[in-house]
């Protein structure tokens, strides 16, 4: 199976000029943010790690080696870009090693440790409020004009919030991986594996459903059956429970949010056009629906929109410098899409 991201998973803006992100691990920089209060006590070490070029899931093999505990043991709220400068935090249950200079002097160079708490429980997926980003991008070939319009566009509407590339793996290897394993032509006895290719698979209809609504221009206008979601929670209401011109208003407001469905063994929760469009995706994966429901995978939503908070611009030359935040899941690269064409220039830096 080949397939391409791009053309799958169409943008609302349509940009013309071209740049490159990643030329240098410090033109892409995120910050992690919580409003964890630390009760300073309890068995678990919290350690607010700077690294650079390296995968989040090697940095928590080194704190477990670091500390002489399991790989379980460690925690963290999510994925970072490995191709970054990244601050994000980790969590080590009962170290039996605690002194924070003897941990840094048996890390790599690439990984610093540059602030330190103990707290009661463990660091948990998603626990944290949201990611800033600093990202440069450079070599920008087109007109400005219209990446202002686009910057202006995506502050007015939000951007699609598709999951990125990256959880899909190199050129979407993992979906054929999930078609295979859950039609048993191949085992996958590695429990992180099969949960990445769960998550694979109802991220990729996820995305087919957005793309489907980008395409009617109906991704951020309600149609009969939505599911809305809260702002800032996991709260979901039918459009039954509001008149259209509230919908209307909450949804220009940002309050409210149009969502599609992160598919489960059960029915989907929207009705009506909603429910037709989205069962009609899914139901060109028999396969993932046979692997959902062996996994027993629950249907839940996610928003269509990611809204960005904060964000500044500025232009020096042909390089755009963009400083602004996202909520937990939400990928950069889908914003910077929005705005311009980008190639990821990567490859070009030395990562662990």
Not at 131 to 142: D, Q, S, Y
Not at 204 to 232: H, T
Not at 267 to 296: M, W
Not at 316 to 338: C, K
């Amino acid at each position: 199976m080949t397939l391409n991201f791009d053309q799958l998973f169409p943008t609302t803006n349509n940009p013309k000029a071209h740049g490159l992100i990643k030329v240098k691990a410090e033109d892409f920089i995120v910050i992690e943010h919580h409003n964890m209060t630390f009760t300073e006590t309890g068995e678990h070490l919290w350690l607010k790690v700077k690294k650079v070029s390296c995968n989040t899931s090697w940095v928590a093999t080194q704190l477990s080696s670091a500390c002489k505990v399991p790989a379980r043991q460690v925690g963290f709220a999510g994925l970072k870009d490995r191709h970054a400068i990244t601050q994000q935090w980790f969590s080590v249950q009962l170290p039996k090693v605690q002194d924070i200079e003897t941990i840094q002097s048996k890390l790599p160079e690439t990984i610093e440790i540059i602030e330190h708490h103990w707290h009661q429980s463990k660091l948990k997926r998603g626990q944290l409020t949201h990611n800033e980003f600093k990202i440069l991008v450079r070599n920008i070939k087109g007109e400005r004009q219209p990446i202002e319009n686009n910057i202006q566009s995506i502050l007015q509407s939000g951007a699609p919030n598709y999951f990125g590339p990256q959880r899909f793996g190199h050129q979407l290897g993992n979906i054929q991986q999930a078609l295979d394993w859950f039609e048993n032509k191949i085992k996958v006895n590695n429990r992180n594996k099969r949960s990445l290719l769960i998550s694979s698979a109802r991220s990729y209809i996820f995305n087919l459903i957005v793309a489907s609504r980008i395409k009617q221009d109906s991704w951020n206008l309600p149609v009969e059956g939505d599911i809305l979601q809260l702002d800032g929670s996991h709260s979901w209401f039918p459009t039954t429970a509001a008149t259209p011109s509230e919908i209307s208003s909450r949804l220009k407001q940002f309050d409210i949010h149009i969502t599609a469905a992160l598919w489960g063994e059960d029915k989907v929760q929207s009705t009506a056009a909603c429910a037709h469009l989205e069962n009609n995706i899914a139901d060109q994966f028999p396969a993932f629906q046979n692997g959902f429901e062996k996994n027993r995978v629950k249907q839940t939503r996610r928003s269509m929109r990611t809204i960005l908070q904060n964000l500044t611009h500025e232009w020096d030359g042909d390089t755009l410098a963009l400083n602004f935040m996202l909520q937990p899941g939400a990928y950069a690269t889908g914003v910077i899409r929005e705005i311009i064409n980008f190639q990821d220039d990567s490859s070009q830096l030395t990562s662990s």
